[in-house]
């Protein structure tokens, strides 16, 4: 479970990116988190990813409680979080099977779990016969399933994806929706920060509006997004 | 994290392989530092060697008192080696020292008639240490039975300079190198951890922990700092051999006596092995830690 409870972050150039927010994200939820550049979606996830602690507020991820959290605490956070960038972020210099077999090996995995663990996650995303490409071999799509698939490959409680489909074109970009909602079937908590009001119009699932580090709108639906945004 | 070592070392073999470039500059840097540091310890050994030899040159004499009979002065011999700061002590009876006095003018006939008892029996004495000398000599004549007593300390105050001075300076060279190569060393590992600061990012972000990041590069350091002593102990024993090759061929530095290498690689391996481990893993150490913070 993900709960901000009035959080502000100021950063240390004195920009107010966060102004008292608050919102809950029940486990097993999908949400869209929208707002216009600048409006604080991006601190919202590096908050999340334990990347920046909030200047005051309460931040509660999955059990961790932010604002108290040790420095040795913040890998076994990232641990109930999958995160997913617009860009992959895949280590070129690996095949698909060594992206994510690095990120079992990092939590400890062993050879045999990782073994047994990856041809499940690359089947689930679609890539299943491609462990041996490299991420260079791969289309925009696929790269971003080979994210997912390292997202998912340890389990986690939460997925985070920012601007996950930002790179892709409207139907691969429907396909990976697809797939996170299909993940998101299977118990997985997705929150997913976009631009695009046409996916989100398509998904109808819970939106959380952010706009100059306020929660404008929680909560609506496709319709009232696009009414809001408009 | 026990299971994780093979993997650990796996990568770091592997890193290096895969920033040939880097690796090769970092093994580079580690070869020169270390054939400085290594040829500078070892010049300054040998002339701390050679010091010791003229060292040995610049001995005390005791003369020993004209009513003493010969078995009295031979007798003298225990009592001056058990005095501190004697390294041996030889006796010199007036024959040997009359002997010793024509042969260095064995042109000259004039000196062909000397009678031995013109001279005195002696003592040789050689010390552990020159800085004794002026205590030995307050000693010496303390002695019943020595009449007279020859130090030459000016000559032994300035070997003590030379000796004192090379120490000095080959204590603080070596100090300096050592920081520079960790410099060197730590800043061409930063330029191969800055190219994989995207890697470290994400493993980050996946939850690896900052010891789970960390010990390839501490592995691919290790293995850079290995290679580059193996190497670095090569070059040097070829070069050392050569210059002293070169040396003893030399009819103008025939006086300078070099240690054959064979006599002292294993200290000259053990401690490029050690600089060269020390400079790899602390260079990427102090490269990482910039990384981890994210």
Redesign the interface.
Known sequence: MIRLTNVEKTYDNGTHALKGISFEIADGEFVFLVGPSGSGKSTIIKLL?G?VLPSCGRVMINGFSMGRISD?QI?????T?G?IFQDF???N?KTVYDNLS??M????A??KEIQARIPYVLELVGLEGKEKRYPDELSGGEQQRVAIA?ALV?NPDTIVADEPTGNLDPNRSLEIMSLLERINALGTTVVVVTHEKSLVNRFEKRVIMIDEGNVVTDGAHSYEVREVQE | MKHNFTYFAKEGVGNMFSHGFMSFAAIGVTVACLLIMGTFTLVAYNLNENLKDLQKENAVLAFVDDALTDEEAKALQSKLEKLPGVADCTFVSREEARDSYVEQYDEDDLYGDLEAEIFRHRYVLHMTDLELMGELRTQLEAVEGIDRVRADETISAGFITVRNIAGVISIAMIAVLLIVSVFIMSNTIKLTTFDRRDEIAIMKMVGATDGFIRWPFVYEGLLLGLCGAVIAFGLQWVLYTGMVKGVSNSDTMQLLKLVPFEGIWMPVALVFLGVGLLVGVGGSLTAIRKFLRV
């Open positions: 990813t990347e040795k890998p076994l956070m990232r641990r979080l995160v972020r895949l280590i210099t690095l990120a090996r990092a939590v400890g062993t050879t390292r340890n």
